[in-house]
């Protein structure tokens, strides 16, 4: 009895173990808003690492999280790192492209409570009076990532992160728009 639950045990894993295998490597995570406001000034929330408390989502789910800066206050070379609560766990990012109005490109370094390498970009498009903003993040999935995959939406929950930011970002460059 004990050897059959024993092999029955070995086979369900190792099915297990094929089916997170085959899932895929790299993730994807993409979303937009338009904004009622110039590139230049949806553009500044982004590039100034001083202005993302104000409107990412993540500050929100621990305000006490102790926040530093590094280098530039904005542009190539900035970086913030952040200890948090569970929720928001400790890493840190640096712009390693930053082209004024159209784009910025953060490399993130995750340290709690998983650690992981990614890219987030912020894309800035012209559509007449608005700006279409474009939020997305891109990186590897290892072992333990596809599993958890398997189980949790990554995409719904971080894109839902990424939707709370663009609207609360909306309601900010709207307000400063001149």
């Not at 690492?49 to 990412?56: G, I, Q, T």
């Not at 993540?58 to 926040?67: I, N, Q, R």
Request: charged share 20%.
């Amino acid at each position: 009895m004990f050897k059959k639950i024993l092999v029955s045990f070995a086979a369900i894993l190792a099915v297990f173990s094929i089916i997170v295998a085959l899932r895929p490597s790299e993730f994807h995570v993409e979303r937009s808003a338009a904004i009622s406001a110039s590139p230049a000034v949806v553009f500044e929330q982004v590039n100034d690492l001083h202005k993302w408390e104000a409107w990412s989502p993540w500050a929100k789910l621990d305000p006490k999280a102790k926040v530093s800066y590094e280098g530039p206050a904005a542009g190539n070379g900035a970086t913030f790192h952040w200890d948090g609560n569970n929720a928001v766990g400790a890493g840190s990012m640096t712009i390693a492209d930053s082209r004024p109005n159209e784009l910025v490109k953060f490399n993130l370094e995750f340290l709690k409570p998983f650690k992981g390498t990614n890219v987030a970009t912020f894309t800035f498009k012209p559509q007449g009076e608005q700006t279409l903003v474009t939020w997305s993040m891109d990186g590897k999935n290892n072992f333990i990532s596809k599993a958890i995959g398997l189980f949790i939406d990554c995409d719904k929950m971080v894109g839902g992160q990424f939707e709370k930011g663009l609207a609360d970002m909306k309601t900010i460059a709207e307000a400063a728009k001149p």
